[in-house]
């Protein structure tokens, strides 16, 4: 809209009544209108433009609500709205309400109840009517006349228009329970469903995809999902064949095989009792030289703790010998002398 209006001669020379062509969607159909002035309200190019006359021209000042139509779904009144404003929207008009097969429900209820005298009133209070039955399927009272505080009537008063509501509300639940009824006994009747074909879709899906009326959140629709054939219920997967034990470290981002034993903790004995560090408090068997296997420690009896002689000095084989600190060797003697202490046998000290 506002590039419609920049790219105006009238906008670029300042003229005082710049106009702008637009399309309105009205009722669903698509009206265009020409070199419009952009001041123009919505009622104004309903009716003088559009030849759309439901809508009437009560006081021009939002007063009377005998201009009401639906703007995106939004009750206003059409005098104040400007039309180039409403070009992207989605306009709903009294025209709207009545199909093919005549008055409305509301517009039914409205005549029925003696809302109706002069009737200059009656378009725009049909349009609060469904306005307020489309968001509220069962107001109360003080609801309706809250709804319908902006529509005046000068000749009936306001008893058939706050009837005409509860008549519309009770005969949309009426009906709604009759289908119901009717497919709660029609499930009754029909072959069950495969559990494959079961729908997922609820009744108020239904009644949004135009299959059911739709009555906002009615209570209805929570007894109607109680209908639908339970889902089927995913199949119990058979338990997974147990794959071969394995003792090794499993490759890097592979499965953990069934049955693989992890590396023993620290201290505990894996497969050969005597190796490995023994828990706590178990006699120590040290570790073999290298390339001694550890399966057979009677093979290697391991160095004496420091200090203390040879358990088997037979069958050790190692060299026993000290030096005097001279060169001389005394093969009798078996161990260094402390600092300073001289070997008895010394004959040169
Ligand atoms: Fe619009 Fe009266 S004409 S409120
Ligand atoms: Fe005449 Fe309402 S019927 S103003």
Same mark, same amino acid.
């Given at each position: ?18 106009? #702008? ?14 070199? #419009?002035?952009?001041? @123009? ?121 706050? !009837? ?10 009426? #009906? ?23 729908? @997922? ?40 064949? !147990? @794959? ?77 010998? #000290? ?14 002398? !402390? ?11």
């Amino acid at each position: 809209m506002t590039d419609e209006l920049l790219n105006h001669p009238g906008a670029l020379t300042g003229d005082v009544r710049p106009t #702008a062509s637009y399309t309105l969607r009205v009722n669903g159909v698509e009206r265009p209108v020409s070199d #419009a002035w952009i001041g @123009e309200s919505l009622l104004y190019v309903l009716r003088e433009r559009l030849g759309l006359a439901g809508a009437k021209d009560g006081c021009e000042q939002g007063e009377c609500g005998a201009c009401s139509v639906q703007v995106d779904g939004q009750l206003v009144n059409g005098c104040l709205v400007p039309a180039a404003l409403a070009a992207d929207s989605e306009i709903n008009t009294v025209e709207g309400l009545s199909g093919a097969g005549g008055a409305s429900d509301v517009q039914q209820a409205l005549a029925d109840s003696g809302a109706v005298q002069c009737g200059y009133c009656t378009p725009g209070l049909a349009m609060a009517v469904h306005d307020l039955l489309q968001r509220n399927h069962r107001p109360s009272e003080v609801e309706a006349r809250q709804a319908l505080c902006g529509n005046l009537c000068r000749c009936t008063g306001y008893r058939g228009a706050l !009837a005409a509501v509860q008549t519309v509300a009770e005969a949309r639940e009426a #009906a709604l329970e009759a289908e119901l009824d009717a497919a709660e006994q029609a499930a009754a009747t029909a072959e069950p469903v495969a559990p494959a074909q079961a729908t @997922e879709q609820s009744f108020a899906d239904l009644a949004l995809a135009g299959e059911l009326p739709l009555y906002a959140d009615s209570e209805l629709w929570h007894e109607a999902d109680q209908l639908i054939p339970p889902q089927a219920q995913p199949q119990a997967q058979p338990p997974r064949p !147990a @794959e071969p034990a394995w003792s090794g470290t499993p490759a890097h981002g592979t499965a953990v095989p069934v049955g693989w034993e992890p590396t023993p903790a620290h201290g505990t004995a894996a497969d050969a009792a005597a190796y490995g560090t023994p828990a706590h408090g178990t006699p120590y068997l040290p570790t073999p030289p290298h390339g001694i296997p550890h399966q057979d420690p009677g093979v290697y009896e391991g160095a004496p703790p420091h200090g203390a002689p040879q358990q088997d000095p037979g069958g050790y084989d190692g060299t026993v010998y #000290a030096t005097d600190g001279y060169g001389h060797q005394y093969p009798g003697y078996d161990a260094t002398p !402390a600092h300073g202490i001289r070997l008895p046998e010394d004959e040169n000290a």
